[in-house]
């Protein structure tokens, strides 16, 4: 298990917990470069929300630069909690992405940022032209949710055990 | 996740100072006058500690002596700062553990008693830590490693009632696992949590131990009251006791082993307080001479317990948020994107940003994009028609930076002109992007005063006109009628209940949202603003030609001056048994696919079958796959779109549709729909084809070309073929009637297109009121609206001629295909298959009749961006 998202040390080589999930990390640039016209980018500004909780929003964000910070709870402008800082190079919305439930949380801007987003009208239209990528891309994916079953299983297990 | 700053750096170097000195000036007391020291030392300073950790560890964390020393040699830049070796790291808590147990138990019978051996443990521990510091990187040398007072500090600390942001590390160098100075609040929880057996183990070991170690050091006679070994043996039983106790729990009790850590840790604290609160008076008192009283001690222990059970409280909140973060979110990576993005950046391909007012929505647009294109792509709220700046359906407000957009054509120019809107309006489907620019999705209007684009020129004698329809023909003739006659009256009658909406949007209905919101193209006050009478929901049974007058199927009568048809047409269905039965439609008006939408979730429909391969089959096919439904396309000829595609295009379209999910069946005539075999129910579920095929169906849907609604036309005594006859006025054969859109027929053509439409219907209001202009054919554009696929297809696309020259190129890679048929030197037709960007230049060198005879290698080498006209700027092309 890995506890990256708590420990999110900005040196490259941190210490045992930088072990951390990749997406396709079978791709090459010549994949990326075929997903990427399928993409559309956005600027935020630092406090700009990306995502809002609740909101039904079926995309997958790639994190270009900047900070994001994860918040949950508040549904109405109550309290919120800050759940994870997530830096560039990541991927946000993958569970939304999947199974098309209204948004967990909200994500928000922290510094001056710029997200790829992938949307579920473009992934169909991704999926037509380049099937086989797709798959990779949702099997990969889905690789990554049953990762995180068995982090929770294992955790749950352990806890409990 | 680290804590924030909020005390400036030089407070706390000053802080350090104090603490090293005072550590020091401790170790000379204890040598010069050891009962002082030892009472002051091991007496109050060292058990106040624990309840430092406890409150606010990281304050203790930036004044200990201990991390002065060890981060001195980092703060001068003289430490070696290697990676800790694995073994050292594997074990550095053990060691950890090992020293705290080694010290605590040596004070019962060394440190308590003897000053300079205090002091000795005190300048050893300085003098360790300075060399960690030295070696190691970061606090991976002594503090977050190998530290006695660590394990404690991780028990105690664990969600501290005041975070103090660690000041020694900037910047981080990521030293040391779970670290607890980075993120006091869960390191422990991770530690717990770990995969490694052995590293959970040890954070259970030792609080395990915990309580059994403190009721050993209060509760064991210190030698030479017993021997060293039998003091030992009482720790070891302690211990043993404790760790036994802590297993039991752990074992028996169906709780996390953080919530048993937890109650340990707590009680550890109270243990220990409770013993050394009354020592700490003790000493007080004999340094300063204050006797403290037992009600005090009493109360110390009591407060105590309430802020250790609010502790144990927050602490068991904690884990829960923990344990979904844990489970929940741990970040996915995908480093390759960025780099590639980056290199991209780097290569200088700098892009256009576009803001989206209000909002401030900022987005960062591929150059030669269409704003439609951007806007649609970040499914912002846009209606879209004909796409290519005809139909109106998309005006947007350029809010900044106009001059950033690509040049407006012509057609988009008459559309903005019918629009009448402000002078910043463009046609989103238009306005390529080439540099920064900001754009409002809802046009504003024209300023007050501002001057009108037409300049009235009528006949006077015309006081009344009548336009029957309420399509796009028949308001684009009641809106020019009104231009050029700003008094006469004008009545608009139609049969459908809707004001003019957007039909080439009407498939949207059936999988979209937003019903007929945003459908419709001028405000309901358009029609009052103008002075047009508009019937909706009428019938015109009857027109008088010598009366000059139109009967309503409601018994009112209308006369007329002049008379314009614009009835359009009807869909056409081809003869087809038990067409007509429920779950049978045809798509032609907005109510059609309101119906189908309806049907389609009454009835759970799960299988639909589209009759008709052309432009508005794929598009309903399209409609009905979003919508969930499995949708079959039969096509009568061998391919699709054959009146807009040639075999080549229309088989890169094939696989893409099929790809997306679509089943295309051709050479495929429906001969009879039918419901279930022995069923009651009358709704269609079956469609049998020609050859005998046999396919489940839930919807049917016709979608085989249109007929000219001239039943109207014909009964006046019109002269009709197809459709109502009209010269180049639009003109029928009464001089007094005039007929636009989908019903007449011009040069023994009828186009069913949107902007021919516009285009005949401001030629047949200009003649009909007395003005004149000439209408001389439309080269057919037509594009498919399927999300995803960019096909235009203009005019003649496949050779007619020996001598007609075609450049066809194929780019099997992406998909893309693009071909051009020239006679006489001039491009007379085009298909393009995946190149939106060379839609508009292509279309207008049609439009145009340039002559591209000197242009064939450029065009044969691909370059046809080339076609834009002198002056406008060459869009890139977009990378797939």
Redesign the interface.
């Known amino acids: 298990m890995s506890f990256g998202s708590f420990f999110d040390y900005p040196d490259a080589e941190a210490g045992d917990t930088a072990e951390e999930i990749v997406l396709l990390p079978q791709w090459s640039d010549t994949e990326w470069s075929r997903l990427l016209p399928y993409t559309t980018t956005r600027r935020f500004r630092a406090g700009e929300s990306v995502i809002r909780g609740g909101d039904v929003d079926r995309s997958l964000y790639f994190v270009m630069s900047g900070d994001v910070e994860v918040l949950l709870g508040a549904p109405r402008g109550r309290r919120t909690r800050r759940l994870a800082v997530v830096r560039a190079g990541s991927v946000i919305g993958e569970q939304a992405f999947v199974d098309g439930q209204p948004r967990s949380a909200t994500v928000r801007s922290t510094t001056d940022s710029e997200l790829l987003r992938l949307s579920q009208d473009a992934f169909e239209t991704f999926a037509a032209r380049d099937p086989a990528l797709a798959m990779d891309l949702i099997f990969d994916l889905a690789r990554i949710l049953s990762l995180r079953l068995r982090t929770s299983q294992a955790l749950m297990a352990r806890s409990l055990g | 996740?680290q804590v924030r700053a909020r005390v400036p750096a030089p407070v706390w170097h000053t802080l350090r100072v104090i603490s090293v000195g005072t550590a020091l000036g401790m170790c000379v007391i204890l040598m010069l006058r050891p009962d002082l020291g030892l009472t002051l030392w091991w007496g109050l300073v060292v058990p106040s500690l624990p309840l430092l950790f406890f409150v606010a560890p990281g304050l203790w964390r930036n004044i200990c002596p201990l991390a002065a020393m060890n981060q001195a040699p980092r703060l001068f830049g003289f430490t070696f700062a290697n990676k800790l070796p694995s073994w050292l790291?594997q074990n550095a808590y053990l060691i950890g553990i090992g020293m705290f147990l080694l010290f605590v138990t040596a004070r019962k019978w060394l440190f308590n008693t003897n000053g300079p051996a205090s002091a000795g443990l005190i300048l050893f521990a300085l003098g360790s830590a300075f060399v960690g510091g030295v070696l190691f990187k970061g606090k991976s040398g002594w503090c977050s490693s190998i530290c006695p007072l660590l394990p404690v500090q991780r028990i105690y600390g664990q969600t501290p009632f005041v975070r103090v942001r660690n000041s020694h590390c900037a910047?981080?160098?990521?030293?040391?696992?779970?670290?607890y100075d980075?993120?006091p609040a869960?390191a422990y929880l991770?530690d717990l949590?770990?995969?490694d057996r052995h590293y959970t183990g040890y954070r259970k070991f030792f609080v395990g131990i915990f309580p059994g170690l403190i009721v050993a050091f209060f509760q064991t006679p210190a030698p030479p009251a017993i021997s060293i070994p039998q003091m030992y043996l009482r720790f070891a039983i302690a211990m043993l006791l404790s760790l036994g106790a802590f297993y039991v729990l752990e074992i028996f009790f169906?709780?996390?082993?953080?919530k048993i850590t937890t109650i340990f840790a707590m009680a550890a604290l109270n243990l220990f307080y409770w013993f050394a609160f009354p020592k700490m008076a003790t000493a007080l008192s004999s340094l300063v001479g204050i006797t403290v009283p037992p009600a005090v001690i009493w109360a110390l222990r009591g407060l105590l317990l309430v802020a250790a059970a609010a502790w144990l409280a927050r602490t068991y909140l904690k884990e829960g948020?923990f344990?979904?973060?844990?489970?929940?979110?741990?970040?996915?990576?995908?480093?390759?994107?960025?780099a590639?993005?980056q290199r991209q950046a780097a290569a200088g391909q700098t892009?256009p940003?576009m803001t989206i007012v209000p909002g401030d929505?900022?987005?960062?647009?591929e150059a030669g994009r269409t704003l439609l294109e951007?806007i649609e792509?970040?499914?912002l709220p846009i209606e879209a028609g004909c796409r290519m700046g005809v139909c109106g359906a998309d005006p947007v407000a350029v809010v900044a930076g106009m001059e950033h957009l690509g040049p407006i054509g012509d057609d988009e120019r008459a559309t903005l002109r019918r629009l009448n809107l402000a002078e910043n309006t463009r046609m989103a489907c238009c306005a390529r992007v080439a540099g920064t620019c900001s754009v409002a999705l809802k046009p504003e209007r024209k300023r007050k005063g501002a001057a009108r684009s037409v300049v009235p020129e009528y006949d006077h004698s015309i006081k009344r006109v009548v336009v029957i329809g309420t399509g796009i023909a028949g308001v684009t003739a009641a809106d020019h009628v009104r231009r050029r006659h700003p008094t006469c009256e004008i009545h608009l009658v139609g049969r459908e209940t809707h004001y003019l909406y957007n039909r080439m949007a009407i498939s949207r209905l059936i999988y979209g949202r937003s019903a007929m919101q945003g459908l419709y193209l001028m405000p309901e006050s358009w029609y009052d603003e103008n002075q047009i009478t508009c019937w909706l929901n009428t019938q015109a049974t009857h027109i008088d030609r010598t009366a000059q007058t139109v009967a309503l199927g409601t018994g009112e009568t209308l006369s007329y001056d002049r008379l314009i048809l614009a009835m359009g047409s009807s869909s056409m269905v081809p003869p087809i048994d038990g067409f007509g039965r429920p779950g049978t439609f045809v798509l032609r008006e907005a109510d059609d696919a309101m119906r189908i939408r309806a049907f389609a979730q009454d009835n759970r429909a799960r299988q639909a079958v589209v009759a008709g391969g052309g432009l508005l089959g794929l598009e309903a096919a399209y409609a009905l796959h979003k919508l969930g439904l499995h949708a079959v396309v039969l096509e009568r000829s061998d391919r699709l779109l054959k009146r807009q595609l040639d075999a080549r295009a229309s088989q890169y379209l094939r696989e893409?549709?099929e790809?997306?999910?679509l089943e295309i069946i051709v050479n495929a005539e429906t001969t009879e729909v039918r419901p279930e075999a022995g069923s009651t129910e009358e709704r269609v579920r079956e469609v049998v084809l020609k050859d005998g095929r046999c396919l489940p169906c839930d919807v049917f849907l016709v979608a085989a070309g249109i007929t000219p609604n001239i039943a109207l036309a014909q009964e006046a005594g019109l002269a009709c073929k197809r459709g109502v006859l009209v010269d180049e006025a639009m003109r029928s054969s009464d001089p007094l009637i005039f007929a636009a859109g989908d019903l007449a027929e011009h040069a023994g053509q009828i186009y069913g297109l949107w902007p021919t439409a516009v285009e005949q219907a401001e030629v047949a209001a200009t003649n009909a009121i007395g003005a004149t202009g000439r209408y001389s054919g439309t080269v057919p554009v037509t594009i498919l609206k399927v999300?995803?696929?960019d096909v235009t297809s203009v005019g003649q696309f496949e050779a007619a001629h020996p001598d007609d020259l075609v450049i066809a190129l194929e780019d099997p890679a992406e998909?893309r295909y693009r071909k051009v048929v020239i006679a006489d030197g001039k491009i007379v037709g085009a298909i393009l298959l995946g190149y939106p960007q060379d839609a508009s230049p292509v279309t207008a060198a049609i439009k145009q009749g340039r002559d591209v005879r000197a242009l064939l290698p450029e065009l044969q080498g691909g370059n046809w961006a080339i076609l834009a006209a002198p002056g406008q700027p060459v869009m890139s092309t977009?990378?797939?």
Do not use: I, W
């Not at chain 2, 910047?171 to 670290?179: D, I, L, R, T």
């Not at chain 2, 169906?254 to 953080?258: G, L, M, N, S």
């Not at chain 2, 929940?328 to 390759?336: D, F, I, K, N």
């Open positions: 996740m790291r910047p981080c160098v990521g030293c040391a696992k779970n670290c980075f993120n869960v991770a949590n770990d995969a169906k709780v996390t082993t953080h948020l344990l979904l973060q844990a489970s929940g979110s741990s970040t996915v990576r995908a480093p390759a994107l960025g590639l993005r892009q940003e929505q900022r987005f960062v647009v951007v792509a970040n499914n893409y549709l790809n997306l999910g999300v995803g696929v998909n977009h990378v797939s």
